[in-house]
């Protein structure tokens, strides 16, 4: 490789081609391509858990335990209820919206709200 003592030098080798030079924003654009790409991929791939919906049931309730932390509706539909969950004063016979997720094959809910 050649290698010029001055600034005069490297103009000099670069006139008459001894070497060529590519200007600093076109080395990095390979990498900023890969890096856009990622960065997309990335952000497409975590779509699904970004949008999950919380889901709403409404029905009458059946039978609540606050020591098992479990709810039953009327239609069948039945709750685990999440450790944050505070008791709005629950009865059997309430008309109640239940707000839940599914956590494996249970259904969590994350709060329950009394109709009138």
């Known amino acids: ?27 990095s654009m390979p990498m900023r391509k890969l890096i856009v790409t990622a960065a997309a991929a990335a952000f497409l791939a975590s779509g699904g858990a970004a949008f999950a919906a919380v889901k709403h049931t409404t029905g009458t309730v059946k039978s609540f335990d606050g020591t098992a932390m479990s709810l039953v509706l009327d ?10 969950f505070k008791d709005p004063g629950i009865k059997p016979g309430e008309k109640v919206r239940v707000s839940w997720d599914m956590s494996g094959k249970n259904k969590i809910a994350e709060a329950v709200k ?3």
């Open 114 to 116: 009394i109709m009138k």
């Open 75 to 84: 239609n069948g539909s039945t709750f685990t209820l999440a450790k944050a």
């Open 1 to 27: 490789m050649l290698r010029a003592a001055t600034r005069r030098d490297r103009t000099a080798l670069i006139e008459r081609g001894a070497f060529h030079t590519v200007p600093a924003f076109q080395e």
